[in-house]
């Protein structure tokens, strides 16, 4: 929504030189991708396999950056089936690392 890309772009703008903007009806700027002098930073405004983002927040996985920077991102199982329903021959590898990963934890 709007008010999130405004607080986005209020607190991380300074390093992406541009803003982030809305995905356009016909799917544009699904992707959007910066380079910052951090490394590279990609913002996916939409994801296979997830019907929104408020379905995976009760599982979502609270991670801290280099300073201690709390970050949220998606539980190992929800990456999981992202990359399994966007089923591109580059996520194969990726699969297979996430089962064994999951495998582990239910070990």
Do not use: Y
């Not at 999130?4 to 703008?13: A, D, V, W, Y």
């Not at 903007?21 to 991708?33: A, D």
């Amino acid at each position: 929504d709007v008010e999130n890309f405004r607080r986005l772009n209020e607190s991380i703008g300074m390093w992406l030189g541009e803003s982030i903007v809305p995905m356009g009806p016909q799917g544009e700027n699904f992707v959007q991708t910066f380079q910052t002098p951090f490394g590279i930073l990609q913002f996916h405004l939409a994801v296979p396999g997830i019907p929104s983002f408020e379905s995976v927040e009760n599982s979502a996985v609270e991670l801290f950056l280099e300073g201690g920077t709390p970050c949220r991102v998606l539980s190992l199982l929800d990456l999981l089936r992202t990359k399994q329903a966007a089923g591109r021959p580059q996520d194969q590898v990726d699969i297979e690392f996430l089962q064994e990963k999951l495998q582990s934890a239910q070990s």
